[in-house]
């Protein structure tokens, strides 16, 4: 069965402390690997997608890693306003985004 | 500016009730999705359309009920049968079948029991 961890669930930091979220899966045939990040109340706004291992992608303070059995995402420098819940989702197969599975998210909150 | 609108933002259902959520898009994707979210879990997906006319259950269909008459508009009914409605319900797109595609969120339905 395919699954996806996030750790931590939650995670605290000073604004300018650097840190990194973990997402460990395990699926039979990655087709790719997605992060979103959650406001309070509102829906998930797309991030990056990583396909392939040893694969990078840069937002601002965000960077997004793969591996074959997890992903990281690193936040350089965080302000305030990173603060959020960060989801990582796996597709596996070859059916789309049907097949989406979620991980429970990261919750981030950074203080100033 | 293009998206996804989910109305209402808060509902309340009494037992026995069947209640509706609203979900439009003007994004013209052909794919819309219904999720649904509980403190501590990952999103789960209820249904997916891919065009026109054609839905199919997700992982957690039971007790809900979808429709999807116009390429725009893909609202879900929580029928009475779902005996734990409470939860925060999101509803998404996307542009493109069998691929990587990535998903568009609208601002999500809270929905709680009377």
């Known amino acids: 069965e395919d699954q996806v961890t996030q750790s931590p669930e939650a995670l605290r930091l000073q604004e300018g402390e650097s840190s990194s979220l973990n997402c460990s899966y395990t699926?039979?045939?990655?087709?790719?690997l997605f992060w979103y990040r959650q406001d309070p109340g509102k829906g998930p706004e797309f991030l990056f997608t990583?396909?392939?291992a040893g694969e990078e992608k840069e937002k601002e303070r965000l960077k997004a890693t793969l591996t074959k059995k997890e992903s990281f995402l690193h936040i350089t420098a965080p302000k305030p306003e990173d603060s959020a819940t960060y989801l990582c989702?796996?597709?596996?197969?070859?059916?789309?985004?049907?097949?989406?599975?979620f991980g429970q998210g990261t919750r981030l909150t950074i203080n100033p | 500016d293009g998206g996804i609108t989910q109305s209402p933002k808060y509902l309340f259902r009494k037992e026995g009730q069947n209640v509706t959520l609203s979900c439009e898009q003007n994004?013209?994707?052909?794919?819309m999705y219904w999720y649904r979210q509980d403190p501590g879990q990952g999103l789960r997906l209820i249904y997916y359309?891919?065009?026109?006319?054609?839905?199919q259950k997700g992982d957690i269909a039971e007790g809900y009920s979808v429709s999807r008459e116009k390429k725009e508009s893909f609202p879900l009914t929580v029928t009475s049968a779902q005996k734990n409605p409470t939860a925060f319900y999101l509803c998404?797109?996307?542009?493109?079948?069998?691929?990587?595609?990535?998903?568009?969120f609208g601002s999500g339905t809270q929905l709680s029991v009377l």
């Open positions: 998404a797109s996307s542009i493109a079948r069998g691929v990587n595609e990535k998903l568009f």
């Open positions: 699926v039979s045939g990655l087709r790719g």
């Open positions: 990583l396909y392939s």
């Open positions: 989702a796996v597709q596996a197969g070859i059916q789309g985004a049907q097949k989406l599975v």
């Open positions: 994004l013209n994707h052909d794919a």
């Open positions: 359309s891919q065009i026109v006319n054609d839905f």
